[in-house]
């Protein structure tokens, strides 16, 4: 008689850090931190165009543009970054009729070299403006037919590494150009990611927060299953989106075991959303966990004035003239923060970002990028595949090939 078992078991803690160890050998983000940016920078230094226009779809484009619209209120930069995701015409054309094309810069990034979207939207700006050496600029793997493009036509290409995948490529070139052309200080995203992953793995501050929340997702999953965010500014919403394709797309897949598991993002901004979602939290079905975002300094000084002569008095509130509009921001968190903990069963956790600045922000990224890989090794899952996603885009390409 033989026996034989492959269980779905849940690891410790050791296990799963060893494991993440082992990963750093084969998964390319792990090492980006630590990349020399030299060549970024000085390319980036040679772009005039006054606009530089993102070709480029989810992990392409997200989380470029999560750091750019958070570091974008408190900066004054003399480009502007914007980025075609999708071939929704309404959404390609409102985008175009901000810039002069002739005075643009075209990024067109995709790591196969062949995603339909961004290749169609590049036909199509072609047919607008010649697009050439002097105004583009293309990402993609080493030996995809982009780069090949890339190369016939003498058009500056960067190499975008096999082992990064897309949702995790914020802090490859995939990111760090766009955000380079447009003065981005991209040294200080990198620090920040090195900040959390030399911390991590030596396994000091950020090691024990990561693993420890990790472990009670995995562990409570059939619980609370669905993992809402609160972003506390509206300069977070860019950053709510890339969490949700990051989440989804690692954590929705089948084990070991061949049990499919998943954990459910919901991404909301804070002072809009908690009017509505909030009621669903508190008297809804227990199946959340709960993660507010706060940013301590906004670098913002607006200040509700203080009532001058008898105008508003029929309208009271006279107990928030005087404070700056930071400072009702994080005051509004609190308090949905406090009413979440009256109740005692729903699973929550407060990230508070000291000030607006790159180094802040990549720190956030970072960690969750972290615990992500965490996750998926509780759940014995290949983080970094998209099957799923793949499937849909073999069923459009057979489509539109039989429709000729």
């Known amino acids: 008689m033989e026996y034989y078992k492959n269980f779905y078991q849940i690891k410790s803690n050791t296990e ?62 003399n480009k502007d970054l914007l980025f075609l995701e999708t071939v929704d015409p309404l959404k390609i054309n409102l985008c175009l009729k901000k810039v002069d094309l002739n ?30 050496s002097s105004n583009c600029t293309i990402i993609s793997e080493s030996g995809s037919d982009l780069t090949k493009f890339a190369n016939d036509n003498n058009i500056k290409v960067f190499d975008l590494a096999e082992n990064v995948g897309g949702r995790f490529s914020v802090f490859s070139v995939a990111g760090l150009v766009p955000l380079a052309m447009v003065g981005v200080d ?10 959390v992953a030399d911390s991590f793995f030596a396994q000091e501050d950020y090691y024990k927060p990561i693993i420890r929340k990790a472990r009670f997702l995995v562990e409570n999953k059939s619980r609370f299953n669905i993992n809402v ?5 509206s ?61 301590a300094d906004l670098k913002d000084k607006t200040v509700i004035p203080k009532r001058d002569g008898n105008k508003f008095d029929r309208l009271g509130l006279e107990y928030a003239e005087g404070l700056s509009f930071n400072e009702l921001l994080n ?54 595949d998209q099957p799923g996603v793949e499937s849909g885009k073999i069923i459009l390409k057979e489509s539109l090939e039989n429709s000729l």
């Not at 965010?229 to 500014?233: E, K, L, P, V």
Request: proline residues 2%; contains cysteine.
């Open 229 to 233: 965010i609160f972003s506390y500014s």
């Open 186 to 195: 991209i040294d200080n995203l990198l620090n920040g990611c090195k900040r």
């Open 103 to 132: 005075d643009t810069q075209f990024l067109v990034i995709s790591k196969s070299g062949n995603t339909i979207e961004t290749i169609s939207i590049f036909k199509y700006l072609n047919s607008l403006v010649e697009i050439d």
């Open 331 to 384: 005051k509004q968190a609190d308090a949905t923060i406090a009413s979440v903990e009256e109740q005692k069963d729903i699973p929550c956790d407060v990230v508070t970002i000291s000030t607006v600045d790159e180094y802040n922000m990549a720190k956030l990224m970072f960690s969750y990028q972290l615990l992500v890989s965490a996750i998926g090794q509780f759940l014995q899952i290949n983080t970094y």
């Open 16 to 77: 799963i850090f060893e494991r993440i160890e082992a990963e750093r050998e084969e998964v390319g983000y792990y090492n980006l931190p630590y990349q020399d940016t030299a060549e970024i920078k000085d390319y980036a230094q040679s772009i005039s165009k006054k606009h530089i226009i993102v070709l480029g779809i989810g992990g392409s484009s997200l989380g470029a543009r999560a750091i750019y619209e958070f570091l974008l209120p408190s900066n004054d930069y």
């Open 235 to 295: 300069s977070l919403e860019s950053f709510n989106k890339w969490y949700v394709q990051l989440w989804a797309e690692s954590l929705g897949k089948i084990n070991i075991n061949g049990t499919r598991q998943a954990l459910t993002p919901v991404a909301l901004v804070g002072p809009v959303d908690q009017h509505s979602f909030l009621q669903l939290v508190i008297e809804g079905v227990r199946d959340k966990t709960l993660t507010f975002i706060k940013i």
